[in-house]
């Protein structure tokens, strides 16, 4: 059998090389002789130790080429190159993520999907127990409702990935787990469309998440998040949950933090009940009180832009969405959609004009603070908490005011 395949991808190579980008003839057979073989290799092997038939590995290989218009690419016979990072560009502060324009017209939009699929998410609600706002909030960040174009051959852009990308071998078992996805007969490959990073569908799952988390709710045999507004929602809510959503809490509240609670308390580690806040001066904005069940519960100081925006008493559902996409700001994003489909009222603390500085500025600055001996999270160029707190702790230290942002 396994010559039978060897045969196959010979016998296609001709074919390859047609879909192949205008690259001279000569490099363009030798890319793809040299993916063939990574095909044959590393991905076929793994595959059929997977389950994935002999036949199923033949019919979905067969004449497949490297997609090499896709970014972040490099040498194959080379070692990983990280994605390029242009430190020269300026940092974006987040205020500019929280358009007034965007949000209403996804609330709008959301509003009219809810009343579509109003008995379809209360079903997933009982099930899950991730409220549907969420679910909506998401839908919508990940792929405008659905309505987003994912243009992409999925298997091809993940064998490209784990053939010349970075994270090579990460990428190899998503390119199984893909072959995986298509044995089960879920989706055709022609209808198995991917973002250019691989990530599948409305809700934008990577393979191997598909494998674990999504979920056939319109019951028809097949877990369908490409067309299927029910498999999409609640392989979202499925996910959600697998990661730790609480049920009956919120994500987070937007608050008043007074100057006597350092803005350097920020961050998921540094938590305490609710009711310590409280007792320490912090109050929900427009003097609405904390849920009384939220109280006893932990909470966690966030400011996104430090002293300069809006800060929030963040729960552990934030950082719940945080698993779907490490960013304090696609959380925050969310979180906010979520709670406008229930007043389509903006943030009550306003986004100052802050000081920006070039990528290359801010990692210059971090890669000083972790000469200190600091903890910034990483030298990325990048002001995530640990750095925003790390800046409040100087500030401090200084004698100065801390903002926990750029100075």
């Not at 100081?301 to 698993?323: C, H, Q």
């Not at 603070?369 to 925003?388: N, P, Q, S, W, Y």
Request: hydrophobic share 40%.
């Amino acid at each position: 059998m396994q010559r039978a395949l060897t045969v196959i991808f010979r016998l296609s190579l001709i074919a390859a090389l047609l879909a192949l980008p205008s690259l001279p003839a000569a490099a363009q057979q030798g890319l793809q002789a040299k993916f063939s073989s990574f095909l044959e290799t590393r991905i076929v092997p793994a595959a059929r130790e997977a389950g994935v038939s002999a036949s199923v590995i033949a019919r979905e290989l067969k004449g497949l080429s490297p997609d090499t218009s896709l970014p972040g690419l490099g040498d194959p016979d080379g070692p990983e190159r990280p994605p390029s990072v242009n430190y020269q560009s300026e940092f974006r502060a987040p205020g500019g993520y929280f358009r007034d324009s965007q949000f209403n017209a996804l609330v709008n939009r959301g509003w009219a999907l809810a009343r579509t699929h109003q008995d379809t998410l209360a079903r997933i609600e009982r099930k899950y127990g991730v409220p549907s706002r969420i679910l909506l909030a998401i839908w919508a960040r990940e792929s405008g409702y659905g309505g987003a174009r994912i243009p992409h051959d999925a298997l091809r852009t993940l064998a490209t990935r784990a053939f010349m990308g970075d994270r090579r071998d990460f990428f190899a078992k998503e390119t199984v787990a893909a072959l995986q996805i298509l044995a089960d007969g879920h989706i055709s490959r022609t209808e198995m469309k991917s973002s250019w990073g691989g990530a599948l569908g409305q809700p934008q799952f990577l393979p191997s998440s598909f494998l674990r988390l999504a979920v056939d709710f319109d019951g028809d045999g097949k877990r369908d998040i490409w067309r299927s507004v029910p498999d999409t929602l609640a392989s979202i809510a499925n996910y959600l949950a697998w990661y730790g959503w609480v049920k009956g809490r919120d994500w987070g509240y937007e608050a008043v933090i007074p100057a006597s609670v350092s803005c350097s308390r920020e961050g998921p580690d540094r938590g305490q009940p609710i009711l310590a806040w409280v007792a320490e001066g912090v109050t929900r904005v427009k003097d609405r009180p904390f849920p009384p069940h939220e109280l006893p519960q932990p909470g966690f100081l966030l400011m996104p832009a430090g002293r300069n925006g809006p800060a929030f008493i963040a729960t552990d559902n934030f950082y719940v969405l945080k698993a779907y996409n490490e960013s304090d700001v696609y959380a925050l994003f969310v979180g906010h959609l979520a709670d406008r489909y229930g007043s389509n009222s903006g943030f009550v603390q306003g986004w100052k004009d802050v000081k920006t500085r070039s990528r290359g500025a801010v990692r210059k600055l971090q890669l000083t603070l972790e000469g200190k001996g600091h903890d910034v999270g990483g030298a990325d160029g990048l002001i995530g908490f640990k750095t925003r707190r790390t800046l409040g702790f100087e500030q401090e230290k200084a004698g100065r005011r801390a903002t926990c942002w750029l100075e």
